[in-house]
């Protein structure tokens, strides 16, 4: 029976917790601002607007070294208390957080688990860490009756995916993969149109990012999770999130380049693609899907290239997420391609952050105005598998991720994905 002891006491504010302290968090790396796109971050920039907003009420923050804590305060100084008034308070935005573990504290893997026990049932917990992590994480998460949002890819595994997705049902909890590209307009928009170019045929994704990524990943390129694991779940789950109704993977052979990663002493792959076999539940005819994903990409005009190709047996839809006819060129960093479309970083003339459009703040923000649904009474965590990346609705997408790794690792042989009675995915083995 699904418990629904998750939602909160009558008025009882939202606590957050932020498991992760990296770029897409902080956009502090390596001791400094990052160099890619996301000096400022992603998430905890959003959730202190968030909380200036009213959404959420108290934010904690955990990683494994608390030593840490004092530069990445300074930086979020700089990045963001400095350079935005809060559009709600019309006072610099507050970036005031606790912290786990201690300043003090040099190293502390279970760090995460003290934080999570200052949070109560029916709170808030968004996981960016390495791959390989987010399962005891999210478990950990699920058990205490929180809500969790976890960057994609949500696990490693199938098995992993499954047993997440029953103790969420367990305690009645929402527990669902960051995937912001279901909120850019022009991917939303040709997911749309692609339901009604008849029976899928062909598709083809790329996504990269420069090579310095190697460096900023370094802890863990190659030794607990790879490329296809990052980047291809994007293109996954657009694919999958536009023709789950009609379409469904069945075979993965993965093939991989290397020599850039291991030039630099890292033990991964450069590029890995993964050839899919999908099938048309309608008539049983055959489609293929190419999903690349690269970290072997020199410096370029933008941080990650990315495009995609649809073909339908009515139609095409060809897009090109990098490029949308906007270009800006300086001195300092030479030609870009911006894309405020994302976030928008630049404040507005009164100095506020305006970044509330982008897709990668509100594909945390929906998360977090889902919590507060529930919470309050006004829905439960079912309502939300039609409208978030939800664990139960994404289990294709890591059935393909963990094919591909199964596939490299034996010599690229494929890889089967059956299904069992309740339509849900399953490896052999």
Known sequence: MTSHGSNKAEGSPLSALMIGT???TTGFVHGAASSSDKSAGVVALTLFDLRASGEIDRLLM??????KYPSIREHLQRAIADRYTSRHTQQALDIGFESFPADT???DPDAYLSALDQLS?????VIF???DTHFDMAMAAVDRGCHVLIAKPLVKTLAQHLALCEAAEAKGVLVAMEVHKRWDPIYLDARDRIRDLGPCGFFSAYMSQPQSQLETFRSWAGRSSDISYYLNAHHIDFHQWAVSDFARPIRVTAMASNGVASARDIPAEDTITLCTQ???????????ALYTASWAAPKNDVHSQQHFFYQGHLGEVRVDQAHRGYSLATDATGHQSPNPLFMKYTPDPRGCFVGQQGYGYQSIADFIAAVNQIREGKSNAEDW???LATAKTTTRVTAILEAGRRSLDAGNLPQDILYREDGQPQLDG
């Open 129 to 131: 860490t390495p791959d």
């Open 385 to 387: 598998h039609h409208r």
């Open 105 to 107: 504290v040099a190293r």
């Open 121 to 125: 049932p029916g709170d808030a917990v």
């Open 62 to 67: 955990a990683g494994t070294n608390g030593q």
């Open 22 to 24: 990296g770029e897409y």
């Open 278 to 288: 999908w099938e048309n539940l309608a008539d049983g005819s055959q489609a293929t």
